[in-house]
């Protein structure tokens, strides 16, 4: 069955970097687009980020963009999410998610347990 | 950037009893790329409906989703307790850029 298990989570003081891990299994890893999604507590969901089945693409809504790296290790079954000068607004839990088809117009059908990130001083 | 408007806020009914919920887009969502996920407390977001329409694998057929260019509906036609949830419509049309509504917070009455 498709699992997806975040890691990596913590608390971080504000302008300090954190890097999340999630370890995918029981489907073709490297055929998929994989993103990320975050939570703020008692808040909604926002995407973060999303990378090509190959790793060779990557976009970035305006909120994380230049400060987040989304990347993959295909021969580890794994993503990654680099987040660099954190923002207490960046407190959230962060999920990763698999694109239900291989392409970017695709919802997201799978998602791990999440990890949550927590920015203060 | 594609805005996602969803209403009510918040729904108070009874097992048994019907629930619509409505997303409303701030332009055109390409090919009806809308989706609805389910979320309970202290889990994960659960796929319900993509293609405005189309049902996930293994979601019960109560669950239903309607609409096109802009005005999107999911309706769940009886409600069972393990409904109660909180909904968030998606648009994925305009990627590789994705957002999501607010949230419509489905509770018992």
């Known amino acids: 069955q498709v699992q997806l298990v975040e890691s990596g989570g913590g608390v971080v003081q504000p302008g300090r970097s954190l890097r999340l891990s999630c370890a995918a299994s029981g489907f073709i890893f490297n055929i998929y687009a994989m993103h990320w999604v975050r939570q703020a507590p008692g808040r909604g969901l926002e995407w973060v980020a999303v990378?090509?089945?190959?790793?060779?693409?990557?976009y970035y809504p305006d909120s994380v963009k230049g400060r987040f790296t989304i990347s993959r290790d295909n021969s580890k079954n794994t993503l990654y999410l680099q987040m660099n000068s954190l923002r207490p607004e960046d407190t959230a839990v962060y999920y990763c998610?698999?694109?239900?088809?291989?392409?970017?117009?695709?919802?997201?059908?799978?998602w791990g347990q999440g990890t949550l990130v927590t920015v203060s001083s | 950037e594609i805005v996602l408007t969803q209403s009510p806020g918040t729904l108070s009914l009874s097992p048994g009893e019907r629930a619509t919920l409505s997303c409303r887009a701030s332009q055109s969502v390409s090919s009806s790329y809308v989706a609805w996920y389910q979320q309970k407390r202290g889990q994960a977001p659960r796929l319900l409906i993509y293609g405005a329409s189309s049902r996930a694998t293994g979601i019960p057929d109560r669950f239903s989703g309607s609409g096109s260019v802009t005005d999107f509906t999911l309706t769940i036609s009886r409600l069972e307790p393990e409904d109660f949830a909180v909904y968030y419509c998606?648009?994925?049309?305009?990627?590789?850029?994705?957002?999501f509504g607010q949230g419509t917070k489905l509770e018992i009455k």
């Open positions: 998606q648009q994925y049309g305009n990627s590789p850029m994705y957002t």
């Open positions: 990378i090509s089945y190959d790793g060779d693409n990557k």
């Open positions: 998610a698999r694109g239900l088809s291989g392409g970017y117009n695709s919802p997201f059908d799978y």
